[in-house]
C-alpha cells in the first residue's frame, strides 16, 4: 500500500525520502529499518520530532510519521530497544526526536513517557526494506586522518560537552583553522552537527551518516568512528573536534573508543566535562589510571567558578577551563596541546 507521510523524522536524512511511500504490513525488525507510523497521541513534553531539515516540528495525535528502528539508553530520558517482533497494528514508541523507533522499557521520572505510535508498516522500495545503511559513509578498520583530534568526553550527558565542542570549533576558526566536526556516539539526530556546522566546522558528521540509528549497545564502533574521520579528511581539514555522546561510562560504546590503539594515537588533546567535583575526580582517575589516558583539559558545570577551578588544577593537578566563561582559555590549553606547542 501507499502511504502519504506528515513528517520524516532526521533519522533518515541521509535517504532523501519522498513524503509518499510505499509500505508493506510485514516488519523486519532489523536496526535501522524504516518505519511509517501513526501518533496515538499529543504530548507537551517530548512533544516534537526533528525534521530532514533539522527544523523541530510538533507531533499532533493522527501524525504520520517516518522513523527508524533502533535502542536508546538514556540515563536521564529513555532505554528502549527493537522489539523481536514486530507487525502492523502493533504499538512502539518515538524514542527521540530524531525519530528513533523501538519499545520502552524503562524512562526518568522527569521526562515522562515517550509518545506512543501505531506502526503502519515498512517502507520498501522495489519490495525490499529501506535501511538507513543504504548510502552511509563506509566504516573503516583503518584510520586515513592525518590531522590531530581533539576528544571532547564528558562523566554524564548533559555535561557540557557539546558547549565546549562547539566553543573549541568557534575559536579555532577565528584563528584561521579549518575544523572538521564528529559526533562519534549517541542517539541519532541531526542537532549537534548542525550546531558544529553553525560554529564554523567545514563539515561535521556522525554515527548517523555511517547508518546507524544509536551507538548503545552495539559494537564495532571503532570502524564507525574511523569512517566518520576518514570523511572528515576529504575536506583538507588541520584539526578535528570529535565529541562523545553519552558518558565514558555507559552504554552508548564511549569506552571502546577510548581503548583502540589508533584512535588513542590521533587524540592530541582530551578534554573531560564533568558535572561537579566528584565526577570530575573520578573521571580523571578512569581516563588516566584505567585507561591510560592523559585528560589535556576538564571544563563542564564542574569549573562554572573558582572553587572547582581552583579544586581541578590544585588536588587534580589538571588545567580547568570554562566554556562559558572562559572560552579563550580553553582554547588557548587546546590548541597548544593538540599541536603540541
Not at 517530548?46 to 535502542?71: C, F, N, P, Q, W
Request: charged letters at 25%.
Amino acid at each position: 500500500m501507499r502511504v502519504r507521510a506528515h513528517k520524516i523524522g532526521s533519522v533518515t536524512h541521509r535517504l532523501g525520502l519522498p513524503h509518499e511511500l510505499e509500505v508493506s504490513r510485514l516488519v523486519e525488525t532489523d536496526v535501522g529499518n524504516v518505519l511509517v507510523v501513526r501518533a496515538l497521541e499529543e504530548k507537551r513534553v517530548y512533544d516534537v520530532l526533528e525534521l530532514e531539515t533539522g527544523r523541530m516540528a510538533h507531533i499532533s495525535k493522527g501524525d504520520v510519521v517516518v522513523g527508524a528502528l533502533g535502542s536508546r539508553a538514556a540515563l536521564r530520558g529513555f532505554v528502549g530497544r527493537i522489539p523481536a517482533k514486530l507487525r502492523a497494528g502493533d504499538k512502539i514508541h518515538i524514542l527521540n526526536l530524531g525519530g528513533v523507533l523501538g519499545e520502552c522499557v524503562s524512562k526518568n521520572k522527569d521526562v515522562g513517557s515517550p509518545l506512543l505510535v501505531e506502526v503502519l508498516g515498512m517502507a520498501v522500495r522495489d519490495g525490499k526494506p529501506i535501511n538507513i545503511r543504504d548510502g552511509a559513509l563506509p566504516v573503516s578498520d583503518e584510520l586515513a586522518l592525518d590531522a590531530p583530534v581533539v576528544l571532547v568526553s564528558g562523566t554524564c550527558m548533559d555535561s557540557g560537552k557539546t558547549r565546549a565542542a562547539v566553543e573549541i570549533i568557534a575559536q579555532l576558526t577565528q584563528r584561521g583553522y579549518r575544523v572538521g566536526a564528529a559526533k562519534l556516539t549517541g542517539v541519532a539526530a541531526l542537532r549537534d552537527p548542525l550546531n558544529m556546522l553553525d560554529h564554523g566546522a567545514v563539515a561535521a558528521y556522525s554515527f548517523l551518516d555511517c547508518g546507524l540509528p544509536s551507538t548503545a549497545d552495539v559494537g564495532g564502533l571503532p570502524a564507525v568512528a574511523k569512517g566518520v574521520l576518514n570523511a572528515l579528511a576529504q575536506h583538507d581539514v588541520d584539526v578535528v573536534v570529535a565529541e562523545t555522546g553519552d558518558g565514558i561510562i555507559g552504554s552508548y560504546g564511549v569506552r571502546s573508543l577510548l581503548e583502540d590503539e589508533q584512535l588513542r594515537a590521533a587524540t592530541k588533546c582530551h578534554v573531560l566535562t564533568a558535572n561537579d567535583l566528584v565526577a570530575a575526580w573520578g573521571g580523571k582517575r578512569l581516563m588516566e589510571e584505567e585507561l591510560g589516558l592523559k585528560v589535556g583539559v576538564i571544563a563542564g558545570p564542574a569549573t562554572d567558578n573558582e572553587v572547582g577551578v581552583r579544586y581541578v588544577s590544585d588536588s587534580l593537578q589538571t588545567p580547568a577551563a570554562n566554556a562559558r566563561t572562559g572560552g579563550k582559555h580553553l582554547v588557548d590549553l587546546v590548541e597548544e596541546r593538540a599541536f603540541q606547542r
